[in-house]
């Protein structure tokens, strides 16, 4: 059984940083891969960023140059490290796991990601 557990959410100024952490348990595959979802209130959950098992990573046009992945596979670990934070920025980020390689390179989608962490709340003041 797969279970993901995120932490680091919490409140923060406008412009300042937050790194999220989803520790996997059960997910023993080698070519599995990571992501972070987020929604916010009132709106559809959207894509952040993924990381593959090689370290090829994927990010939304929003979280480009400001966010960055990364994941420890040594303690199936990934981070979502988050600067220059803004008020848009709010809402409750979610891990998200596959145990194989993504078909069609769909990384972005929710769809292909069977296993999610329960969600941790980002809240950016202005």
């Known amino acids: 059984q797969v279970q993901l557990v995120e932490s680091g959410g919490g409140l923060v100024q406008a412009g300042g940083s937050l790194r999220l952490s989803c520790a996997a348990s059960g997910l023993t595959s080698s070519q599995n891969a990571m992501a972070w979802f987020r929604q916010a209130p009132g709106k559809e959950r959207e894509f952040v960023a993924a990381?593959?098992?090689?370290?090829?990573?994927y990010y939304a046009d929003s979280a480009k140059g400001r966010f960055t992945i990364s994941r420890d596979n040594t303690k199936n670990t990934v981070f979502l490290l988050m600067d220059s934070l803004k008020a848009e920025d709010t809402a409750v980020y979610s891990c998200?796991?596959?145990?194989?390689?993504?078909?069609?390179?769909?990384?972005?989608?929710?769809?292909?990601?069977?296993?999610w962490g329960q969600g941790t709340q980002v809240t950016v003041s202005s």
């Open positions: 990381t593959r098992w090689g370290g090829t990573t």
């Open positions: 998200a796991a596959r145990p194989s390689l993504v078909p069609n390179g769909s990384y972005w989608s929710a769809q292909s990601y069977p296993y």
